[in-house]
């Protein structure tokens, strides 16, 4: 996904999320007894500022959109320029988006599997596929990060700071 | 009380062993986060943040406030070494740093930096100690009209922080604000967009979101990019001789003064304050067209200022409420967690905590010289770690922490849905920090 159609489509659902919200503030009473504020009065600020500026940044982008096609500049690559990267950065290419996206599908996978094995099982699993299956690592590499990362945090976080991790249905490697 | 007797009390507070060993925990690991390329300071404090909540307030903080200007030290260190600031305002560093290191004074180049941010670091917290009260008194006259400016002086300065389109800024506040308008309204009791969920009554949690648009969404950034290969530095080669320490003393003074002064304005931030520093340098020296191929200048001037606006942006933060930095926004959101409320009469309320956290800048200070002046080529060692073998940890550790939060699945699943938010917004360019 190019970064204009990225930023367009975020503009987009920011707008139509600030509409929403401040229709749906007159639902709580903008205004109380006596004439103070109710509680709909800061969500229909919020959201109709929202809106506005929303629709502001997607004017601006067809308009920055219109300015490059007609200096002959390619708005993405203009906008790679302009530094849609951190400084020193390299820009993301289409294959890193592919592997952000598996990064973000196993980590939400992990995150419904944590409610049967526990959250740091669940998670230790989630290095290990991360290593495997995305960054490519031997398995024997993989299952071992993933086997000592999943204990060295059993043994800081449970252990040590008594952070009560859950562990799931089965139980396992959970705090108290 | 009189400010030698609020010195005294800050110094006896930093003092205790229990806080300097968390001081020396949180400046080391703040330089460790600071060199990885991506992450930066106001990463690092969200990401420990909700590690610290089982510690007494003026510990976390002290830990986390090291962590901060740990990252300062830290993230030149990546500058320098591989072309990859760990943070922005060290951007700034790699247009002389980088070169430095490539002609073989790698070692000079870290010394330099070291140097630079410690007698920065140290002095520049002398006019913060001096200036904080005086905003504070001043801040003390405020009415609801004062206020409400200062609200919106909030809110213009976060607009400011990162915005190279001020509609984006303007958006991504709005955006903030709507979204801290779910749960109950704190005046009447209603219970807004919580769609029935009693999980959202409370709120989307702070800490959460932060965890999500920072630390998950900058991994995210940065999977599969890779990274440069590390130039290697021995300690033998951080000696810089004295015709070379007086060629770097005048650019610490000016880029200190010049950081202190842009830092202290809130939003304007230590990004800002480097390369005006950089400028600076540029202007003042004899040789400007020597700038950009390897001139200690450059790394000097840059690294005073970044420095020194990193102890500056405390006097808004402190005195007035308004964050001086996206790091101090972050730790700003750490004293509500704890249950304070920086402001005008912060620091005569807390007077243990504040001047505690202010002393403990001098500390933090000697030990990340005495830390990255021997250490860095070990700390560079880290350099050498793939990402890829990095990033699955970060991501654990950022889940524990949204977990550790509320002690509870929730915080995890905001953080994830947020991480993907940040994502979007870091690859459209939208501010989130600065």
Not at chain 1, 155 to 168: M, N, T, Y
Request: overall charge positive; hydrophobic content about 50%.
């Amino acid at each position: 996904m190019g970064r204009l159609r990225g930023e367009r489509i975020l503009c987009g659902v920011l707008a139509a999320g600030g509409l929403a919200m401040t229709i749906a503030s007159f639902g709580y009473h903008l205004f109380g007894a006596g004439g103070r504020i109710g509680p709909g009065f800061m969500p229909f600020c919020a959201g109709l500022a929202l809106a506005c500026f929303a629709v502001w940044t997607l004017a601006e982008s067809f308009v920055r959109s219109a300015r490059e096609k007609a200096a002959g500049t390619p708005s993405d690559a203009a906008d790679t320029s302009a530094g849609a990267a951190p400084a020193g950065e390299r820009p993301a290419s289409s294959g890193s988006e592919r592997r952000v996206v598996l990064v973000f599908v196993l980590t939400a996978a992990s995150f419904a599997l944590s409610f049967v094995t526990g959250f740091l099982v669940a998670f230790g699993l989630l290095i290990c596929a991360l290593l495997w299956f995305v960054e490519r690592e031997k398995p024997w590499l993989a299952v071992g990060i993933g086997a000592v990362a999943t204990l060295g945090s059993w043994a800081v976080f449970v252990l040590v700071l008594q952070v009560p991790l859950p562990g799931g249905m089965l139980g396992l490697l959970g705090g108290a | 009380m009189h400010i030698f007797d609020q010195v005294g009390l800050g110094f006896s507070t930093a003092f205790t062993p229990h806080n300097l060993l968390y001081c020396l925990i949180g400046v080391f690991i703040g330089t460790v986060i600071g060199m990885l390329p991506g992450l930066g300071s106001a990463t690092g404090v969200a990401l420990l943040l909700p590690l610290t909540l089982t510690l007494e307030p003026v510990t976390a903080l002290i830990m986390l406030a090291g962590i901060y200007y740990g990252c300062q030290y830290g993230s030149s260190i990546s500058s320098i070494l591989i072309a990859t600031p760990g943070d922005s305002a060290s951007a700034v560093v790699t247009f002389d740093g980088y070169p430095l290191a490539r002609a073989g004074r790698a070692g000079q180049a870290l010394a330099t930096s070291a140097i630079a941010s410690f007698v920065s670091g140290t002095l520049t917290i002398i006019p913060l100690m001096t200036l904080a009260p005086l905003f504070a008194s001043m801040a003390l006259h405020f009415g609801p009209p004062e206020m409400f400016a200062l609200m919106l002086l909030g809110m213009a300065s976060v607009v400011g922080f990162d915005a190279k389109s001020r509609a984006k800024g303007l958006t991504m506040a709005a955006f903030g604000l709507a979204l801290a308008t779910i749960g109950i309204d704190a005046q009447s009791g209603v219970a807004r967009f919580t769609f029935g969920q009693v999980s959202l009554t409370g709120g989307i949690g702070f800490l959460a979101v932060v965890i999500g648009v920072f630390a998950i969404a900058e991994v995210m950034g940065q999977v599969g990019k890779g990274g440069a290969a590390p130039i290697r530095t021995r300690v033998r080669d951080m000696v810089i001789s004295r015709a070379e320490l007086r060629q770097i003393g005048g650019s610490i003074g000016r880029g200190g003064v010049a950081g202190f002064l842009l830092g202290i304005l809130p939003g304007a931030g230590a990004t800002l304050a480097s390369f005006f520093a950089y400028d600076i340098e540029r202007r003042a020296s004899k040789h400007p067209e020597r700038f950009g191929t390897g001139m200690l200048q450059g790394v000097a001037g840059p690294e005073a200022a970044n420095n020194a606006a990193a102890n500056a942006s405390f006097v808004p933060t402190l005195t007035l409420g308004i964050p001086g930095s996206g790091t101090t926004a972050v730790l700003l959101g750490a004293f509500l967690i704890f249950g304070l409320q920086p402001g005008p009469l912060f620091l005569s309320q807390q007077p243990k905590l504040a001047w505690g956290l202010l002393a403990s800048f001098y500390i933090g200070n000697v030990f990340l010289v005495l830390l990255n002046l021997p250490l860095a080529p070990m700390f560079a060692s880290v350099l050498r770690l793939r990402y890829g073998l990095l990033y699955p940890l970060i991501l654990l550790l950022s889940f524990v922490g949204a977990f550790a939060i509320e002690n509870r699945m929730w915080g995890v699943g905001l953080a994830l849905v947020f991480g993907a938010v940040g994502y979007l917004m870091r690859n459209t360019g939208s501010p989130r920090r600065r």
